[in-house]
C-alpha cells in the first residue's frame, strides 16, 4: 500500500541546512521534513571546530579579507558572488543564532570569543586571524540543537526516519518524493510544488573517512540518476588529522589552539612546506604534504602515518599557541573536551603526554548539485553553450548542493557557514516559490520505479555480499581517487567499480521481512554510492590539471588557461530503474570572478 502526503514543499535532510531552510520557509508555507534518522542524529551535530563569520571579537577583522580567504583557499574555483554573500552574511546569520539561543563560548566582557583556523588570514594573507565562532568543540552539536528546538517551536511538520528513495520529476519540474517508512517498510508518497534536498555528504563512498554511516549521498545519486548533472565532483576534500586507521576526525581546532604536526624525524615539516601559515595552511595542501612525507619514508617508524602533537610543553616550547600565550593542560581541556577524549578512548593515548598517531581522512564533498545563490538547482540549457537554466521547484543546499562557495578546496569553519548562509537564503526561495505556484498533479505512474528497484532488492537471492561490495568500493577510492591521483590509477578504479555495479545486480538479501529492513536501505545506499564514486573518479580522470584539493601526478600544476572552468557529468539517457549505468557526459560552466584574480597561491 502506498501512502499519500500533500505539503506545500518538501524538505529531505534535518542537518543543519535543511534545517535552517525549513525555519526560513515555514512561515506561510506548509512544510516537511523528512530525514531517514532522528533529525538530531544528523552529521551536522558531530562538527567540532567551529562557524565562521569576521565578527571582528578578538582582534580587527573584515569581510572582504574573508571573502579573499575563500577565493584563495579554493584555488579560484569558487563563484565569487556565493562568496560574496557567504562572506558578507555570515555575522547576521551568526547574530540570528545567537538570538535564537545558541550557547556560543564568550570573551570575558561577553562577546562571541573566536578562534583561529586554517587558511582564514587578516589583511590579505599576512597572518592568521581568529574568525571561527565556536561552542568548545561542539559547535555542531549547538546549531543543530538550537535549529532543531526552533522548528519544533514553529511547528515544522518532521517525518522522522523516513528514507527518500527518489525524486519526483516531471517535463523538468519537481512534483514530490518516494519515500519508505523504516519503522513499517510502506512507501510513501510526497506530492508538493517544490522539494528542497539537503541530504548531506558521501564520504563513505572512502574506506578512511570522518564521515558518519549515514553519509551516502541519496539523494544527489538520485538527482543524478534522474539526469541531473553534478558540479566539480573531482574536488573531495581530505582533511589532515584523522585517526590512524579509524578515520574519526580530530578537528583542525586542535592546531587552532597551538596543535602541531611531526613527520617521524620529530621534524615540524609544515615550517618547510607553509612557512607563513605552518599547520594552519588549507587542508588541501596540509593533506598533500602529509602524503608526500608518508611516501618519501618520513612518516612515524617509516608506516603510513604521522603525529599530531598537543602536549602543553611542546606547544609552549614553540609559542604556536594563538598570541604565543602559554596554555595549560587544563586549558586544552577545555577548548577541545570531546577530541581529547576521542583520542584517549579510540587510541588509548592521553594526548597531554604522547603525539597522537593521524592519517588524511575523507572528508568534505565540495562538488554536488549545482545552484543558484538561492538554492535552485541548475541544469545546463538545451541550446546555449555554458548557460544554465533552473530545474522548476527543485532546491538544494548544505554540502550536497554546488553553490560553489567552497571551489577546488573548502577552508576549515566555512561549511557550517554554508548550511546557514545558503540554508536561510534557499529557505526564503522556496516559500516565494510556493506562494506562487499551484499545486500540480502527480504524473502517472509516480513512486513505481523506486517501488519496482525496492521490490527487486527485496526478492534478489544472488552470491553477492553487500558488506564485500561496499569495502571493495571503499577501497578501490582510497587508493586511487586519494590524496593524489594518477590517469592509470583512476582508470583502473573506473574499471573496479564498473565491475562492482555489474555484481551490485547479483546482491542477495538476508533479512526479507518489511520492519526496519535496514538492510535493503544500506542495498539501496550502495547503489547511489556506487554510482557518486564512478562519477567522482571520471570527473578526476577529466580534470588534467591540479587545482585544490584535486591533485593530479601526470598533471602537476594548475593551468588556468583550460580548467578554470567548473565540471559537469551527467548521465547519459538511460532507465532510472537500473543503478547499473555506464557513460557520463561532461559539460562546462563558466567560474563567476568579481573581484580577486586568480594568482599563485602561497601560504
Ligand atoms: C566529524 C566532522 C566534523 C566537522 N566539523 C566541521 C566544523 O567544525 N565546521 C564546519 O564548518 N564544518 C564541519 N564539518 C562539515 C559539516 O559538518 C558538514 O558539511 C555539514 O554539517 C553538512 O550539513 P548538511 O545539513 O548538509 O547535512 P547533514 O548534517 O549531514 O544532514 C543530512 C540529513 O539528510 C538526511 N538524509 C540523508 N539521506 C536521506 C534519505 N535518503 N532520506 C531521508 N533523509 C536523508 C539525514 O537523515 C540528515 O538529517 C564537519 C564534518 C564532520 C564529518
Not at 166 to 189: N, P, Q, S, Y
Not at 267 to 289: G, H, I, N, Q, Y
Not at 555 to 568: A, E, G, I
Request: hydrophobic share 40%; aromatic share 6%.
Amino acid at each position: 500500500m502506498t501512502v499519500e502526503h500533500t505539503f506545500d514543499a518538501v524538505i529531505v535532510g534535518a542537518g543543519g541546512a535543511g534545517l535552517m531552510a525549513a525555519l526560513h520557509a515555514s512561515q506561510g508555507t506548509r512544510v516537511a521534513v523528512l530525514s531517514k534518522m532522528y533529525p538530531t542524529r544528523s552529521h551536522t551535530g558531530a562538527a567540532q571546530g567551529g562557524v565562521a563569520a569576521p565578527l571582528g571579537n578578538m582582534e580587527e577583522d573584515r569581510w572582504d579579507w574573508y571573502m579573499y580567504d575563500t577565493v584563495k583557499g579554493g584555488d579560484y574555483l569558487v563563484d565569487q558572488d556565493a562568496a560574496e554573500i557567504l562572506a558578507r552574511e555570515s555575522v547576521e546569520t551568526v547574530f540570528e543564532l545567537e538570538h535564537m539561543g545558541l550557547p556560543f563560548d564568550r570573551t570575558p566582557d561577553g562577546r562571541i570569543e573566536q578562534r583561529r583556523f586554517g587558511g582564514h588570514t587578516r589583511e590579505f594573507g599576512k597572518s592568521p586571524v581568529m574568525r571561527a565562532c565556536k561552542s568548545a568543540d561542539r559547535t555542531g552539536h549547538m546549531i543543530l540543537q538550537t535549529l532543531f528546538q526552533n522548528c519544533i517551536r514553529r511547528d515544522v511538520r518532521f517525518f522522522d526516519e523516513f528514507f527518500v528513495l527518489d525524486l519526483i520529476l516531471e517535463g523538468g519540474a519537481a512534483r514530490g518524493v518516494v519515500a519508505v517508512e523504516i519503522k513499517t517498510g510502506e512507501l510513501h508518497i510526497f506530492r508538493a510544488k517544490a522539494v528542497l534536498l539537503a541530504c548531506g555528504g558521501f564520504g563513505r563512498m572512502y574506506a578512511v573517512t570522518s564521515n558518519a554511516h549515514s553519509l551516502t549521498g541519496d539523494a544527489v545519486a538520485a538527482a543524478y540518476r534522474r539526469g541531473l548533472p553534478l558540479e566539480d565532483m573531482e574536488f573531495f576534500q581530505f582533511h589532515p588529522t584523522g585517526i590512524y586507521k579509524m578515520g574519526i576526525l580530530l578537528s583542525e581546532a586542535a592546531r587552532s589552539e597551538g596543535g602541531i604536526l611531526l613527520n617521524g624525524a620529530g621534524e615540524r615539516f609544515m615550517e618547510r612546506c607553509a612557512p607563513t601559515l605552518k599547520d594552519l595552511a588549507p587542508r588541501d595542501m596540509v593533506s598533500r604534504f602529509m602524503f608526500q612525507e608518508i611516501r618519501a619514508g618520513r612518516g612515524v617508524g617509516g608506516k603510513d602515518y604521522l603525529h599530531l602533537d598537543i602536549r602543553p610543553e611542546t606547544i609552549n616550547r614553540l609559542g604556536s599557541a594563538p598570541g604565543g600565550r602559554a596554555v595549560t593542560a587544563a586549558d586544552l581541556e577545555a577548548k577541545l573536551p570531546d577530541i581529547i577524549e576521542m583520542m584517549r578512548i579510540y587510541q588509548g593515548i592521553d594526548p597531554m603526554k604522547a603525539p597522537v598517531p593521524i592519517q588524511p581522512t575523507a572528508h568534505y564533498a565540495m562538488g554536488g548539485i549545482p545552484t543558484d545563490c538561492d538554492g535552485r538547482v541548475l541544469r545546463a540549457a538545451s541550446g546555449a553553450a555554458q548557460a544554465m537554466e533552473n530545474v522548476h521547484g527543485l532546491f538544494a543546499a548544505g554540502e550536497c548542493a554546488c553553490v560553489s562557495v567552497h571551489g577546488a578546496n573548502r577552508l576549515g569553519t566555512n561549511s557550517l557557514v554554508d548550511l546557514l548562509v545558503f540554508g536561510r537564503r534557499s529557505g526564503r526561495a522556496l516559500a516565494e516559490f510556493c506562494a506562487g505556484s499551484a499545486l500540480e498533479a502527480l504524473p502517472a505512474g509516480a513512486g513505481q520505479e523506486a517501488a519496482g528497484e525496492l521490490i527487486r532488492l527485496r526478492e534478489s537471492r544472488g552470491s553477492e555480499r553487500i558488506g564485500a561490495l561496499r569495502a571493495a568500493m571503499q577501497r578501490c577510492m582510497t587508493e586511487h581517487v586519494g590524496v593524489q591521483r594518477i590517469a592509470r590509477g583512476l582508470e583502473k578504479a573506473l574499471q573496479t567499480l564498473r565491475e562492482l555495479k555489474a555484481r551490485y545486480g547479483k546482491i542477495g538479501l538476508a533479512d526479507l521481512g518489511r520492519k526496519w529492513n535496514t538492510e535493503i536501505l544500506e542495498a539501496y545506499e550502495l547503489g547511489g554510492l556506487l554510482d557518486l564514486a564512478e562519477v567522482t573518479a571520471a570527473s578526476a580522470l577529466h580534470r588534467t590539471e591540479s587545482r585544490g584539493a584535486h591533485f593530479r601526478e601526470d598533471h602537476p600544476r594548475r593551468d588556468d588557461s583550460n580548467w578554470l572552468t567548473h565540471t559537469l557529468a551527467r548521465r547519459k539517457e538511460g532507465s532510472c530503474a537500473s543503478l547499473v549505468t555506464d557513460g557520463i557526459l561532461f559539460d562546462r560552466r563558466p567560474v563567476v570572478i568579481t573581484r580577486f584574480a586568480p594568482e599563485v597561491r602561497e601560504y
